[in-house]
């Protein structure tokens, strides 16, 4: 039987875990043993996805980016080049910590940029942006817009990565969707008619 995705020839993918159709597996990259990823994916050149990590649907890694065991990210994620994973706290050589992994969640369409860092043990909201080289170190609110080190929210972004301008009543447009948005208590939600 044919695969059904795709996998360069110096890419390793061990034994004992899931890649779905339509999925692609580019150079020098190594998907462990309990690694789960889901359909049309694309894993860029040189990205390790350790045991137990979880990718949903499209979801896009680029190259050099560790996803370590406790990272789970729904669909349609975006993981920019180089950006960081951490699963423990306090990592010490000598001292054997597995046991304390810390999960990290990415929810739906969340986008991490180029050489983020995500501290784990947080939770990245839906469609949450991480802003290049910004240090995640709490939960970052859906449709949040994060920068800098340690990340602060500076705005907030529509579903299709624009920047949303609040208008007097708490709403917004998405520039390039049309989509509206509204701000109410601290959080973000996407009208539907």
Not at 10 to 19: E, F
Request: charged fraction near 20%; hydrophobic fraction near 35%; aromatic fraction near 8%.
């Amino acid at each position: 039987m044919e695969k059904e995705y795709f996998v360069h020839e110096t890419a390793i993918i061990d034994k004992g875990c899931k890649i779905g159709k339509g999925t692609k597996v580019w150079h020098f990259s190594h998907v462990m043993s309990g690694a789960e990823i889901d359909d049309d994916c694309n894993i860029g050149q040189n990205v390790v996805v350790s045991p137990g990590v979880r990718l949903g649907r499209n979801v896009k890694v680029q190259n050099n980016v560790s996803i370590y065991t406790g990272v789970v990210c729904e669909d349609d994620v975006f993981l920019g080049p180089s950006m960081v994973f951490t699963n423990v706290v306090n990592p010490r050589s000598a001292v054997v910590r597995k046991h304390e992994y810390a999960p990290t969640v990415v929810e739906k369409g969340a986008s991490i940029g180029a050489n983020a860092t995500i501290v784990c043990g947080n939770r990245i909201g839906s469609y949450a942006f991480i802003g290049a080289g910004a240090v995640v170190t709490k939960d970052v609110k859906p449709y949040a817009l994060v920068v800098g080190n340690p990340a602060r929210q500076t705005g907030w972004m529509s579903e299709r990565g624009h920047k949303l301008k609040f208008d007097g009543e708490s709403n917004a447009k998405c520039p390039e969707s049309g989509e509206q948005y509204s701000l109410r208590d601290g959080k973000v939600s996407k009208q539907t008619l």
